[in-house]
């Protein structure tokens, strides 16, 4: 079965920290670029960060940019978010995308465009409160 699963989510006060991971199973991720998104209560869903396939590009919104972190370790499977000065509207259900293709080798995907991921993960609630 091919899937993604997010863990790492929690309950975190502002100006804390937490680190988000996105495993693969059942397929590889080398050929595939990755992206987190999130979902806030009673708003659409938005993407937050993009990695190519080879960890060389990364893209951030303009919201978590300086704050997140995206990194990818193909030998483990698995995409991270780190993600620090959290704040309250941080509050939401993180998911991870795979996109394959040799477009992503170079160049990390864009956010904008949820069609072009292949696989999405369940998701992970984040919760930044006091």
């Known amino acids: 079965q091919l899937q993604l699963v997010e863990s790492g989510g929690g309950l975190v006060q502002p100006g804390g920290s937490l680190t988000l991971s996105c495993a693969a199973s059942?397929?590889?991720?080398?050929?595939?670029?990755l992206a987190w998104f999130r979902q806030a209560p009673g708003k659409e869903r938005e993407g937050v960060s993009s990695?190519?396939?080879?960890?060389?590009?990364?893209h951030y919104e303009y919201s978590v940019k300086g704050r997140f972190t995206i990194s990818k370790d193909n030998a483990a499977n698995t995409v991270y978010l780190q993600m620090n000065s959290l704040k309250p509207e941080d509050t939401a259900v993180y998911y991870c995308?795979?996109?394959?293709?040799?477009?992503?080798?170079?160049?990390?995907?864009?956010?904008?465009?949820?069609?072009?991921?292949?696989?999405w993960g369940q998701g992970t609630q984040v919760t930044v409160s006091s």
């Open positions: 995308a795979a996109a394959y293709g040799s477009s992503w080798y170079y160049q990390s995907p864009s956010v904008a465009e949820e069609a072009i991921y292949d696989y």
């Open positions: 059942g397929f590889s991720l080398d050929h595939y670029a």
């Open positions: 990695i190519s396939s080879r960890g060389s590009v990364t």
